[in-house]
């Protein structure tokens, strides 16, 4: 019996601990509503005005892609009239440039505000949170095509307000209303029309060293260029120009894309590979950014294959990029087999995905590597083949096509063997790589120093990354200045005999 009494004190002992361990659970907060975490923002960016921190700013940015699919018309009203006063002349304007919506809204909003309204602010909040309105405001015209040409006057109304007010705190808002300048004149079909805009805006922002908007910029001009195919003059650009060393990173991804495209144009695969990569790896994660992830992915397979590679086989198996790369899958098989017909089947079926990915022209080049891989297996395969069975295999037109393309083969090291030109033979002597490459030559030690420099540039940006809080120095100078100050007080009071063995401790 006293057995039994132990274990159940036991057990109810136990049973007490894990009650207050769940109590002692922090519970997870439930999700903001639109407008508290819009009136959260503007707290922070005037916190980020008041104390000179941008960071608040960023920190504000970097949820306004969730927010601003989670806003509406009654949203943005109600924000306005909580943030401003009752007769302010910015709250009239900004009011003015909402889009009349339903009265029952299906967003939803705090049930406070709407039981208890709280009172109006006395006091006008800072121009940066009305540059933040207009930007919520604007991409809520954007969801409509009927507010098209509204939103057109909303953003050129909002570059001039903030060219004239030119404060060094509203820059990142800046980059982040030219972007969506950009997105204005894109989708009503006049991006050649802005790029006058872009180009003075770009030179102001270079003058006042405003980094963050000549990013954005720059990034803007090289999207107008390469949408109207004008890559000579994306190039002369990227040439006559620096891309600022602070930008963010998603400014350089979109960078390094642009970049990659234009190089990928000009038959420099190399470099546009190297460019694919940094902006695949200075991207956003694929689930805040999947358009761009899948965008970029597509161009590297397209490059690695003009390049002669094999993409890996992993990238078509992740969950962002499964669907979006079937066509460019196929692609890959058609390459990697050196079926010309299958390449063609694939190029017929998902023509339209090429073009609207705007991959086609790089994509037809392929043709190319495809019959390089086939004289490759085929070489491989037989020490002695006529043109005929090589025109048969690979389906070209005639036996003087399969000539050409066995002897340029031959003459690039593809293959190794020579042309029979008196009976049409192809004679080979077996596998074969480039002349001057084995697994120990100047390709592997390429390979590593560009691995070292890369190495090398990820630790010089992450130094470069790195936050200092201002004035940090100084309170390092009065904790030594104390530390002066009380070593002179106990040596002054050695010296007149005030202090004993007790005080300074026994041992001394």
Request: aromatic share 6%; with cysteine; glycine share 4%.
């Amino acid at each position: 019996m006293p057995d039994v009494d132990m274990k159940t004190a036991e057990t109810t002992k136990e049973k007490e601990e894990k009650e207050e361990e769940k109590k002692e659970e922090p519970k997870k907060e439930e999700p903001k509503s639109p407008l508290a975490e819009i009136k959260a923002n503007a707290a922070l960016i005037d916190r980020a005005v008041s104390t000179i921190e941008p960071r608040f700013t960023h920190r504000v940015l970097r949820t306004l892609t969730a927010l601003r699919k989670r806003t509406d018309e009654a949203v943005l009203r109600n924000a306005v009239e909580q943030l401003y006063p009752k007769d302010s002349a910015t709250k009239t304007s900004l009011l003015s440039w909402v889009p009349e919506g339903s009265s029952q809204t299906a967003m939803d909003v705090d049930s406070a505000a709407q039981s208890a309204p709280p009172a109006p602010p006395t006091s006008e909040p800072v121009p940066e949170i009305e540059a933040y309105l207009r930007l919520l405001i604007l991409y809520q015209l954007l969801k409509s095509e009927s507010s098209y040409g509204k939103a057109k006057e909303l953003a050129n109304d909002t570059v001039d307000k903030v060219h004239r007010l030119n404060r060094r705190s509203m820059d990142p808002l800046s980059a982040k209303i030219w972007f969506a300048v950009e997105r204005v004149y894109e989708l009503r079909g006049e991006l050649a029309d802005a790029r006058i805009l872009f180009l003075a805006a770009q030179r102001t922002a270079a003058l006042r060293h405003d980094s963050t908007t000549e990013a954005a910029l720059l990034n803007c001009l090289l999207r107008s260029y390469i949408t109207y195919s004008l890559y000579d003059q994306a190039d002369k650009l990227v040439s006559k120009t620096s891309f600022p060393s602070s930008a963010p990173n998603n400014q350089f991804a979109r960078y390094h894309y642009y970049l990659g495209r234009i190089k990928a144009v000009q038959l420099n695969y190399s470099d546009a590979h190297v460019n694919l990569q940094q902006a695949i790896r200075r991207a956003p994660p694929p689930t805040m950014a999947p358009g761009f992830f899948q965008a970029v992915h597509k161009l590297n397979i397209v490059v690695e294959l003009l390049m002669g590679d094999i993409p890996d086989r992993s990238i078509f198996r992740h969950k962002v990029l499964e669907k979006a790369l079937v066509g460019y899958f196929e692609l890959v098989k058609a390459v990697r087999t050196g079926s010309l017909s299958q390449f063609l089947a694939t190029v017929a079926k998902h023509s339209a995905t090429f073009q609207a990915d705007h991959t086609h022209t790089l994509i037809v080049r392929l043709r190319q590597n495809v019959i390089k891989t086939g004289i490759r297996q085929l070489s491989l395969a037989y020490s002695l083949i006529s043109l005929k069975d090589i025109c048969v295999k690979l389906h070209l037109d005639s036996e003087e096509d399969a000539e050409y393309i066995v002897g340029k083969a031959i003459r690039d090291g593809v293959i190794e063997g020579r042309m029979v030109h008196e009976q049409g033979w192809m004679a080979c002597k077996g596998a074969g790589g480039a002349k001057g490459q084995n697994a120990y030559g100047n390709s592997v030690a390429d390979a590593f120093q560009r691995r070292i420099g890369y190495c090398l540039e990820l630790h010089n940006q992450s130094v470069k990354a790195m936050r200092y809080p201002l004035n940090a120095h100084r309170k390092e100078l009065a904790a030594a200045e104390g530390a002066r100050e009380r070593e002179k007080e106990l040596a002054k009071e050695i010296q007149e005999g005030d202090l004993d063995e007790d005080d300074l401790g026994g041992e001394f």
